[in-house]
C-alpha cells in the first residue's frame, strides 16, 4: 500500500478486528523425508 493510503483486511466468519490487534499469520508446508 503506498503512502497516504488505507487498506483493510476481512477474515472469514470473524468481525471484531479492531485497531491495536495483532494478527499472525502462518503457513504449513509438507516436505518429503
Not at 4 to 33: H, S
Amino acid at each position: 500500500v503506498s503512502a497516504g493510503f488505507e487498506c483493510g483486511i476481512m477474515i472469514e466468519n470473524f468481525q471484531e478486528i479492531n485497531k491495536g490487534d495483532i494478527l499472525e499469520f502462518y503457513t504449513r508446508e509438507t516436505k518429503a523425508r
